[in-house]
């Protein structure tokens, strides 16, 4: 089984940066793609970014292109959401993601295991 771990959320003023951590479990990391989605209260859960299984190729939604990065480090079966510029907008419930596959998009159903979030909230 696997299992995701998320850290790093908190409080953060708009203008300010933040970095979200996952810690994987239950199978070989490095295999699989992984991805970031997050969720605002009263709206579904929407993509964030993911990344492939050797980390050499990252995908972005627009609304976190150039303000996020995604990345992974698989001797330590983790991967990172590094966020900058953060607007108020940003304010949601951040989930990692382990994919079905050693590349994934944007598409929910392309992973297959996900993690209980991390509350990120941007004031203004």
């Known amino acids: 089984q696997v299992q995701l771990v998320e850290s790093g959320g908190g409080l953060v003023q708009a203008g300010g940066s933040l970095r979200l951590s996952c810690a994987a479990s239950g199978r070989t990391f490095s295999n699989y793609a992984m991805g970031w989605f997050r969720q605002a209260p009263g709206q579904e859960r929407e993509f964030v970014a993911s990344?492939?299984?050797?980390?050499?190729?990252?995908y972005y939604a627009d609304s976190v292109k150039g303000r996020f990065t995604i990345s992974r480090d698989n001797a330590k079966n983790a991967v990172y959401l590094e966020m900058s510029s953060l607007k108020p907008e940003d304010t949601a419930v951040y989930y990692c993601?382990?994919?079905?596959?050693?590349?994934?998009?944007?598409?929910?159903?392309?992973?297959?295991?996900w993690g209980q979030g991390t509350q990120v909230t941007v004031s203004s």
């Open positions: 990344i492939n299984w050797r980390g050499s190729n990252t």
């Open positions: 993601a382990a994919g079905n596959t050693g590349w994934a998009r944007a598409t929910e159903n392309e992973y297959g295991y």
